[in-house]
């Protein structure tokens, strides 16, 4: 018969959904460019820079950023999860009004962050990768489950951040769960934002881009 998830899996298929749903709200409440993510990423009054997303996902947080208005590269390994984002960002497009401007600031890559990068440059590299489970809501593990289903453990994600380090970007912003220390090989951050869940390691090099 199969276990719980599965038969939940089954009945609610894993979507990408720029157009309604907590995302919608997130957009419309979500605190603009006082919000942390804004913050880690240089986001400020006059200043949009340029970003990375190197570990795409649901692009959720790559289209927060477009609504504030950088221009946002999303960079996604999985096909499947390629195709899903490719899906949503059609769909959202296809909307029109400011969903589809905000999609308009978005270029999704297939393919690798850790072979790519090096041959990028930017002002920011967005680092978000696979976390542990967190005990938020249902909805947030089953989506997490599904994904990691897809997508397997980010087991190279030291290799991304120390990659990323090394690229033409004048800022690395890594969110990492709030109280889970980083791994040794990764050097010390500039400065952190702390919220409750998450926080956002910051790392300015001052010698590249803005």
């Not at 899906?87 to 969903?99: F, P, Q, Y």
């Not at 990691?148 to 453990?153: C, I, Q």
Request: charged share 25%.
């Amino acid at each position: 018969m199969g276990n719980k998830f599965d038969r939940i899996s089954k009945s609610r298929p894993l979507i990408v959904d720029f157009i309604g749903g907590a995302l919608n709200h997130r957009l419309n409440f979500g605190g603009g460019i006082g919000q942390d993510l804004a913050k880690a990423v240089g986001i400020k009054s006059g200043i949009r820079p340029e970003i990375i997303d190197a570990t795409a996902g649901l692009g959720r947080d790559s289209f927060i950023m477009a609504s504030l208005g950088s221009k946002i590269t999303l960079i996604e390994r999985s096909q499947i999860m390629h195709d899903l984002l490719a899906d949503g960002m059609k769909k959202a497009s296809n909307a029109g009004g400011r969903t589809s401007e905000i999609i308009s600031r978005m270029r999704l890559i297939y393919g690798d962050a850790i072979e790519l990068i090096p041959q990028m440059s930017t002002d920011v590299i967005y680092i978000d990768p696979m976390h542990p489970l967190r005990q938020k809501s249902a909805l947030v593990k089953l989506e997490m489950r599904q994904i990691r289903s897809l997508v397997g453990e980010d087991i190279d994600q030291i290799e991304l951040v120390k990659t990323a380090l090394h690229a033409e970007s004048a800022r690395v912003s890594l969110k990492w769960p709030a109280k889970t220390p980083l791994p040794d090989a990764v050097p010390k951050c500039t400065y952190q934002i702390v919220g409750k869940s998450v926080r956002f390691d910051i790392f300015i090099n001052s010698l590249k881009k803005r």
